[in-house]
């Protein structure tokens, strides 16, 4: 059978060994100069005046909501269909969770299903860009509460000419493992406040504070800011080359009886994510089981909707998302022959 293709691997080579292995032979491996440079290339990226780097996509979203004053007895809405990395940044907040479901033709969070529950309580939103498809947000802007735009499977990705990260009052990136760009943990809080970004700056780190407030230990190493900057120079290449496998995917999957993500595609997307949905009666996890014994690993795309956590009820395109999608394999690390052997493996295991 020889090695499965995992879902996901990042896409390092001998440039990025060398960035690390510099700030080790430098001895300084702390925060220091890498993550400041790291910090101006990605709010350049995000089309954002400053940057703050912390350690996780999680620890942006908790120092985000607390840097625009959320806490108890304040809501913050989110989508049901998404990890629950943002579940537990709302809470670490004191915040109460909204949810929201999506929208019935996409992955999206629906803006109309928010109006209808939001209340006096809501204070902020958290919108994402799912599996790199960017979300319209003139509709969120529109609610008249503090966005905060979740680019963590999105950086490089474009909306009407202008770059995600752009459009909410403070924009989130992580640079996990298997992310578009990997530093193995890592995340960045973007903004043109500079109240917000200093607020975050503070927060993250605890030592040499005079004053009485709770703070955090979510600060970036140099080792990690090093990789991300050598990462973030290949970002064009990167997202070139998953936009070519998504369009062999398209044309291939095309005779398929499968529902394709290319669909809804604006032309801004980075395809971080390539997501079928089956067909009603073919069951998610005997598609991936036949397709782990061709040798290849797909996923949920995400583990649960975060209703079906919470116990709550009234999310139907959410379930029905969760019922019939699948996430096929698709990274820039990908070698010409596993290509060929995912779309080989697609065809054998889609129902016919
Ligand atoms: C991965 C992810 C996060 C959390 O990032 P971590 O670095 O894993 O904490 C938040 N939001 C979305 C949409 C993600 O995909």
Redesign the pocket.
């Known amino acids: 059978m020889g090695t499965m293709i995992p879902h996901s691997r990042p896409a390092f080579d001998e440039k990025d060994a060398q960035a690390v292995a510099e700030v080790v032979r430098s001895g300084f491996v702390a925060e220091g100069e890498k993550v400041r440079l790291f910090e101006e290339k990605v709010a350049e990226a995000a089309g954002k005046k400053f940057g703050a780097a912390v350690?996780?996509?999680?620890?942006?979203?908790h120092l985000s909501l607390l840097s625009l004053g959320i806490g108890p007895g304040d809501v913050v809405a989110l989508p049901s269909f998404?990890?629950s990395?943002?579940l537990h940044?709302v809470r670490m907040a004191g915040a109460e969770p909204l949810l929201v479901d999506a929208r019935s033709d996409s992955f999206h969070m629906d803006p109309a299903h928010l109006e209808k529950n939001m209340t006096a309580r809501t204070k902020a939103v958290?919108v994402?860009?799912?599996f790199g498809f960017p979300t319209d947000l003139a509709p969120f802007k529109k609610l008249g509460i503090p966005i905060i735009e979740?680019?963590?499977?999105?950086i490089g990705a474009t909306l009407d000419g202008r770059p995600a990260g752009a459009f909410g009052d403070i924009s989130?990136f992580?640079?996990?493992a298997?992310?578009v760009l990997a530093t193995g943990?890592?995340?960045m809080v973007c903004s043109d406040s500079e109240e917000i970004i200093s607020r975050v700056r503070d927060l993250r780190g605890y030592d040499n504070k005079d004053d009485d407030i709770r703070r955090f230990n979510y600060k970036m190493t140099d080792l990690q800011a090093a990789l991300g900057i050598s990462q973030l120079e290949k970002l064009k290449g990167f997202i070139g080359r998953r936009r070519e496998i998504a369009r062999r995917y398209d044309a291939s999957f095309a005779s398929l009886p499968l529902t394709l993500p290319s669909a809804k595609d604006q032309g801004g997307s980075i395809c971080f994510r390539y997501i079928i949905r089956l067909p009603e009666g073919q069951g998610i996890d005997d598609f991936i089981s036949q397709m782990r014994a061709e040798g290849v690993v797909c996923m949920r795309p995400i583990h649960k909707p975060l209703h079906q956590i919470l116990g709550q009820e009234g999310f139907p395109c959410a379930n029905e998302a969760w019922e019939r999608s699948v996430s096929v394999p698709l990274y820039p690390a990908l070698k010409e022959e596993e290509v060929e052997k995912i779309i080989a493996a697609v065809h054998k295991s889609a129902a016919r």
């Open positions: 350690s996780s996509g999680t620890a942006a979203l998404v990890c990395s943002l940044a958290i994402p860009h799912p979740d680019c963590a499977q999105s989130i992580s640079f996990y298997t992310k943990e890592g995340g």
